[in-house]
């Protein structure tokens, strides 16, 4: 089955500077890679999306990269403000009903103002 | 307001003595899934449900049953809980997000502790 890695685990940076968090997956047919942001108390909340027939994906302040050839792909935000401090989480699919989503570890973001 | 819905929020309960956890939806979603979330471990499958009378088995199913008898419900079951099933659980359904794309929509969780 697939496997997610995440990493780091824990990333602090101080406002304004930018933030990177990386994922690899094993399964070369998962062809779908959202990441979520996850609040104290919150559930999980989908902040963007990449599917594999693309390399780049950007919204506002926040990207997405994948490297189908090197399966990987990463989070990047810019200008991180104190409001991006949350857990991220990416996870990866196959198919495109993705029954089976895999996520990685979690990755707990501080930002510091 | 469209939402994902569980209840109960806490539960603490005993070795053996058997619990449901309920996850609503009302956006008319197909498909709905299980998660537990553990320290350093993510968020871990149970169990998903691609419509009505159909589901199937995520990363970790031990221990849990499922039923999606209508649409619009999708209840967490163990039978006998044990202390390895002290987490926080998560309940979600995939719809269209308003950008085109499907996406997840969470539940707000279930802290289980078993004592």
């Known amino acids: 089955g697939e496997n997610v890695e995440q990493h780091p685990s824990t990333l602090s940076v101080q406002e304004g500077d930018s933030a990177v968090i990386k994922c690899t997956y094993s399964d070369s047919a998962s062809n779908y890679f959202p990441w979520y942001k996850q609040e104290l108390g919150k559930g999980p909340q989908l902040i963007i999306d990449?599917?594999?027939?693309?390399g780049e994906k950007k919204d506002q302040r926040i990207a997405v990269t994948l490297n189908k050839t090197a399966k990987h792909f990463s989070l990047h935000i810019t200008e991180t403000q104190p409001e991006d401090s949350a857990v991220y989480f990416c996870a990866a699919s196959a198919g495109t009903s993705y029954g089976k989503l895999t996520f990685g570890q979690g990755t707990i973001l501080t930002v510091h103002p | 307001e469209a939402q994902v819905t569980q209840n109960p929020r806490y539960l603490i309960t005993v070795t053996g003595k058997k619990l449901t956890v309920t996850c609503s939806q009302n956006m008319n979603h197909e498909y709905m899934s299980w998660y537990r979330q553990d320290p350093g471990l993510g968020l871990r499958q149970i169990y998903y449900s691609m419509n009505v009378e159909v589901t199937d088995k995520g990363d970790v199913p031990e221990g849990y049953k499922v039923s999606r008898k209508e649409k619009r419900n999708f209840p967490l079951i163990l039978e006998s809980p044990s202390p390895n099933q002290t987490s926080l659980y998560f309940c979600a359904s995939k719809g269209w997000g308003g950008t085109g794309d499907e996406k997840l929509f969470f539940g707000s969780g279930t802290q289980l502790s078993v004592l």
């Open positions: 990449i599917r594999s027939n693309v």
